[in-house]
């Protein structure tokens, strides 16, 4: 059995390993330890309430509702522009109708007809958008049902300035890139398939890719069906009695 100053010395050794002297240990009770873990809590939910108050009562611009409103507008826009272009109704070449070698389809002409403005495509990104500030929603409520510009007037923080002009014309002008690239293949499908139904010798064809070009474009929109300016020169531009 140890003596009382044996133990004296195990316990001391005991303290000396230990972090900081037993009375620093001992001296802290158990609600001053549950005051030091509470009290980072409540700084951390103080300052997340503080925030939220200030989110609610921020402005359209702080909470960039003008980004979302003006979207909402631009897309409804852009869908009627490709609603009005035919384009949702060729999903596939074999959408469109054909009479012997040559396409044969009024709405596959109106297609071709109205993407010539892609052609264009700063001219039409910058109609798009002002169509998009004056449109005016057909449902919902409140500032859901006024335009862009009334919006403004309402909350003149949400204004377009220059970088967010810019914002607005970069994404109009993304829809009009995959717009021009599916018209741009439907084309692509139909010369093909106007090549392989025409029979060898036929006046269209010729050994110069840009002259036969020259000479397939000429006869498909003499028919109503302008190839887009990237089709139709992609090979260059003709020379010589072919044309």
């Given at each position: 059995?140890?003596?009382?100053?044996?133990?004296?010395?195990?316990?001391?050794?005991?303290?000396?390993?230990?972090?900081?002297?037993?009375?620093?240990?001992?001296?802290?009770?158990?609600?001053?330890?549950?005051?030091?873990?509470?009290?980072?809590?409540?700084?951390?939910?103080?300052?997340?309430?503080?925030?939220?108050?200030?989110?609610?009562?921020?402005?359209?611009?702080?909470?960039?509702?003008?980004?979302?409103?003006?979207?909402?507008?631009?897309?409804?826009?852009?869908?009627?522009?490709?609603?009005?272009?035919?384009?949702?109704?060729?999903?596939?070449?074999?959408?469109?109708?054909?009479?012997?070698?040559?396409?044969?389809?009024?709405?596959?002409?109106?297609?071709?007809?109205?993407?010539?403005?892609?052609?264009?495509?700063?001219?039409?990104?910058?109609?798009?958008?002002?169509?998009?500030?004056?449109?005016?929603?057909?449902?919902?409520?409140?500032?859901?049902?006024?335009?862009?510009?009334?919006?403004?007037e309402h909350y003149p923080e949400m204004a377009l300035d220059e970088e967010r002009r810019e914002f607005a014309l970069n994404h109009l002008e993304q829809r009009?890139?995959?717009?021009?690239?599916r018209v741009e293949n439907l084309q692509w499908e139909v010369v093909g398939q106007c090549v392989a139904l025409l029979p060898a010798g036929d006046e269209h064809?010729?050994?110069?890719?840009?002259?036969?070009?020259?000479?397939?474009?000429?006869?498909?929109?003499?028919?109503?069906?302008?190839?887009?300016?990237?089709?139709?020169?992609?090979?260059?531009?003709?020379?010589?009695?072919?044309?």
């Amino acid at each position: 059995m140890a003596k009382p100053g044996q133990e004296r010395a195990q316990i001391r050794r005991i303290q000396e390993r230990a972090k900081g002297r037993p009375e620093s240990v001992f001296a802290v009770s158990p609600n001053d330890v549950l005051v030091q873990i509470a009290l980072p809590l409540v700084l951390i939910l103080a300052i997340a309430t503080r925030l939220l108050m200030a989110s609610s009562q921020s402005g359209p611009s702080v909470m960039d509702l003008w980004k979302q409103y003006l979207l909402m507008r631009m897309d409804a826009v852009s869908g009627e522009w490709e609603r009005d272009s035919g384009l949702p109704e060729f999903v596939s070449f074999d959408r469109i109708q054909w009479e012997g070698a040559w396409p044969a389809d009024a709405r596959f002409s109106d297609l071709c007809t109205r993407a010539q403005e892609l052609t264009h495509s700063s001219s039409l990104t910058s109609n798009l958008l002002e169509r998009s500030l004056a449109y005016v929603p057909e449902a919902g409520e409140g500032d859901l049902v006024l335009s862009y510009h009334e919006l403004v007037e309402h909350y003149p923080e949400m204004a377009l300035d220059e970088e967010r002009r810019e914002f607005a014309l970069n994404h109009l002008e993304q829809r009009c890139r995959k717009w021009h690239a599916r018209v741009e293949n439907l084309q692509w499908e139909v010369v093909g398939q106007c090549v392989a139904l025409l029979p060898a010798g036929d006046e269209h064809l010729d050994k110069n890719l840009a002259t036969q070009m020259a000479l397939l474009s000429r006869e498909l929109e003499g028919r109503g069906v302008p190839l887009l300016p990237s089709v139709r020169e992609e090979y260059g531009t003709a020379t010589g009695e072919g044309q």
